[in-house]
Protein backbone atom coordinates (compact mmCIF):
# COMPACT_ATOMS: atom_id res chain seq x y z
CA UNK A 1 0.00 0.00 0.00
CA UNK A 2 1.28 3.37 -0.76
CA UNK A 3 -0.67 6.06 -0.38
CA UNK A 4 -4.23 5.35 -0.30
CA UNK A 5 -3.39 2.50 -3.53
CA UNK A 6 -4.12 -0.60 -2.35
CA UNK A 7 -2.56 -3.15 -4.31
CA UNK A 8 -1.43 -7.42 -4.50
CA UNK A 9 1.68 -8.81 -5.73
CA UNK A 10 1.02 -12.25 -8.35
CA UNK A 11 3.14 -14.76 -6.46
CA UNK A 12 3.82 -16.46 -9.95
CA UNK A 13 5.61 -13.46 -11.70
CA UNK A 14 5.95 -10.55 -9.15
CA UNK A 15 3.78 -8.84 -10.52
CA UNK A 16 2.14 -5.97 -8.94
CA UNK A 17 -1.56 -4.61 -9.44
CA UNK A 18 -3.69 -2.24 -7.85
CA UNK A 19 -7.39 -3.47 -6.43
CA UNK A 20 -8.87 -0.53 -8.16
CA UNK A 21 -7.43 -0.99 -11.44
CA UNK A 22 -8.24 -5.20 -10.76
CA UNK A 23 -12.30 -3.84 -10.28
CA UNK A 24 -11.97 -5.27 -6.65
CA UNK A 25 -11.42 -2.19 -4.73
CA UNK A 26 -15.01 -1.78 -3.65
CA UNK A 27 -15.29 -5.62 -2.79
CA UNK A 28 -12.00 -5.09 -0.66
CA UNK A 29 -13.48 -2.32 1.26
CA UNK A 30 -16.70 -4.25 1.84
CA UNK A 31 -14.24 -7.43 3.04
CA UNK A 32 -11.92 -4.77 5.34
CA UNK A 33 -15.48 -3.91 6.53
CA UNK A 34 -17.05 -7.22 7.40
CA UNK A 35 -13.37 -7.94 9.31
CA UNK A 36 -13.78 -4.95 11.20
CA UNK A 37 -17.36 -6.15 12.54
CA UNK A 38 -15.91 -9.37 13.02
CA UNK A 39 -13.50 -8.25 15.24
CA UNK A 40 -15.65 -6.17 17.02
CA UNK A 41 -18.01 -9.12 17.78
CA UNK A 42 -15.25 -11.28 18.68
CA UNK A 43 -14.01 -8.37 21.75
CA UNK A 44 -17.85 -8.27 22.35
CA UNK A 45 -18.12 -12.06 22.79
CA UNK A 46 -14.41 -12.14 25.14
CA UNK A 47 -16.73 -9.37 27.27
CA UNK A 48 -19.66 -11.74 27.33
CA UNK A 49 -17.81 -14.63 28.32
CA UNK A 50 -17.06 -13.02 31.43
CA UNK A 51 -19.99 -13.03 32.08
CA UNK A 52 -22.88 -14.81 31.70
CA UNK A 53 -24.34 -13.76 28.16
CA UNK A 54 -24.45 -16.25 25.41
CA UNK A 55 -24.55 -15.57 21.29
CA UNK A 56 -27.62 -15.34 20.24
CA UNK A 57 -28.99 -16.57 16.87
CA UNK A 58 -29.61 -13.37 15.29
CA UNK A 59 -25.58 -13.30 15.29
CA UNK A 60 -24.89 -16.77 14.14
CA UNK A 61 -27.42 -15.73 10.97
CA UNK A 62 -25.00 -12.88 10.96
CA UNK A 63 -22.12 -14.62 10.90
CA UNK A 64 -23.23 -17.16 8.42
CA UNK A 65 -24.24 -14.43 5.87
CA UNK A 66 -20.62 -12.89 6.29
CA UNK A 67 -19.50 -16.44 5.69
CA UNK A 68 -21.34 -16.53 2.33
CA UNK A 69 -20.30 -12.58 1.39
CA UNK A 70 -16.63 -13.63 1.84
CA UNK A 71 -16.95 -16.83 -0.10
CA UNK A 72 -18.12 -14.77 -2.93
CA UNK A 73 -15.80 -12.20 -2.54
CA UNK A 74 -13.09 -14.86 -3.22
CA UNK A 75 -14.47 -16.17 -6.25
CA UNK A 76 -15.44 -12.70 -7.81
CA UNK A 77 -11.43 -12.12 -6.75
CA UNK A 78 -9.53 -15.43 -8.37
CA UNK A 79 -12.23 -14.64 -11.49
CA UNK A 80 -10.47 -11.32 -12.03
CA UNK A 81 -7.53 -12.40 -11.69
CA UNK A 82 -8.05 -15.29 -13.49
CA UNK A 83 -9.79 -12.53 -16.50
CA UNK A 84 -6.45 -9.98 -15.94
CA UNK A 85 -3.82 -12.90 -16.63
CA UNK A 86 -5.76 -14.09 -19.54
CA UNK A 87 -5.46 -10.51 -20.93
CA UNK A 88 -1.41 -10.76 -19.75
CA UNK A 89 -1.09 -13.86 -22.13
CA UNK A 90 -3.02 -12.65 -24.76
CA UNK A 91 -0.64 -9.27 -24.79
CA UNK A 92 2.36 -11.54 -24.80
CA UNK A 93 1.41 -13.69 -27.44
CA UNK A 94 0.69 -10.24 -29.30
CA UNK A 95 -3.00 -9.64 -29.07
CA UNK A 96 -5.18 -7.05 -28.02
CA UNK A 97 -7.80 -7.96 -25.46
CA UNK A 98 -10.55 -8.04 -28.63
CA UNK A 99 -8.42 -10.49 -30.20
CA UNK A 100 -6.63 -7.79 -32.63
CA UNK A 101 -3.07 -7.93 -33.43
CA UNK A 102 -1.28 -5.96 -31.19
CA UNK A 103 -0.12 -2.42 -33.60
CA UNK A 104 -3.01 -3.25 -35.91
CA UNK A 105 -6.38 -1.27 -34.86
CA UNK A 106 -9.87 -1.88 -36.40
CA UNK A 107 -11.22 0.55 -39.05
CA UNK A 108 -14.05 1.76 -39.12
Given at each position: MRGKNIGVIDL?????????????SGD????SERIRLEEA???????????????????????????QQSDDIEVKAEEVRTKHQEEIEGIRRGQTSDGQKAGKEKKE
Open positions: QNKRKHRLKTLGVFETMMNRQQEKASEGTQSTTEAETGERAAQA
